[in-house]
């Protein structure tokens, strides 16, 4: 079976925006999901947060960005092209989905989104809306030209707050800069929501901490094929191993050891750094069966 893409545009540089039809993942996607493609049978498998869902049109959107060779691959599909896999709804989906609805309503949120990590923090300011509850979101690029889904966030958060590291749209600065000027303004929120780059969520978390805020981060970023078998997103989150894919992506921010990860993916580019890691882990390396040789 493949599955045909509907709809194919770039969004901005390197970062492209796919509609799919997947009738049967559509039908079971929540919030905070992921899928794994593979562009042919020869490709790498990729693991995507899912940007949106119908599951009357039975359509899944995705957007990514061009990383390395399967990315640059599967942005060279057009419309009318196909997937030859497409696999999911993967992973656990947001903890918010699961709640009361009427205690839910009484909570304010805000939403933190980095760069592509737009894409996965949609779905769930969408479901929240689509429910009656407005949430604050700050997307945050490093410029104006990598700014995306403006409108689409617009048209469904309570609050949408704009801010560039260069100044060239919007606030000016980091996304951090913007959650203490929104608390400085005398705006309270009862849970924080950071989806994007490891260090962006790193340091919202440092100031979440401060602000007494509690905080949910979703580790994609650090997946690599999306079973728990290659170890790759191997992570220390309230000092017990946990694994991305399996156990997440989404985690309390506040226990995530963020240094920990980051230098880990560096290790983990590397054959030579993979059996470093091997080595160091032993049975926790991997997620699955712990010692399935996923990452050879």
Known sequence: MMYK?????????????????????????????????RT??????????????????GTVTIVFQIVGAGTQLMSSLKTGDAFHDFVGPL????????????????KKMLFVAGGVG????????????????????????????????????????????VTTDDGSYGRSGMVTQTITDLVNEGKHYDV????????????????????GIP??????????????????????VGGKVKFACVDGPEFNGHEVNFDEAMQRQQLYKTAEGR????????????GGCGNCGGDK
């Not at 042919?40 to 049109?57: G, H, M, N, Q, V």
């Open 91 to 106: 992973g656990c989906p947001s903890e918010f989905v699961s709640e009361d609805l009427n205690s839910l309503k009484q």
């Open 40 to 57: 042919d049978e020869k490709s790498e498998r990729i693991p995507l947060t899912i940007c949106d869902y119908d599951a009357e049109k």
């Open 275 to 286: 059996a470093f890691l091997k080595a160091k882990e032993g049975d926790t390396h991997h």
């Open 118 to 161: 737009t894409a996965p923090v949609y779905p769930q300011v969408k479901w929240l809306h689509e429910r009656g509850i407005e949430a604050d979101v700050i997307v945050g690029a490093k410029t104006k030209d990598l700014l995306i889904l403006e409108e689409e966030m617009k048209a469904v958060a309570g609050n949408l707050y």
């Open 5 to 37: 893409i509907l709809e194919a545009k770039e969004l901005t540089a390197n970062i492209f925006y796919m509609v799919v039809e997947a009738k049967r993942v559509a039908k079971a996607c929540k919030p905070g999901q992921f899928v794994i493609v």
């Open 215 to 236: 905080t949910i981060v979703s580790l994609n970023p650090i997946m690599v094929d999306g079973t728990g078998m290659c170890g790759a997103c191997r992570v220390t």
């Open 192 to 211: 924080c929501v950071a989806i994007g780059p490891m260090i962006m969520m790193k340091f919202v978390c440092k100031l979440t901490k401060e602000l």
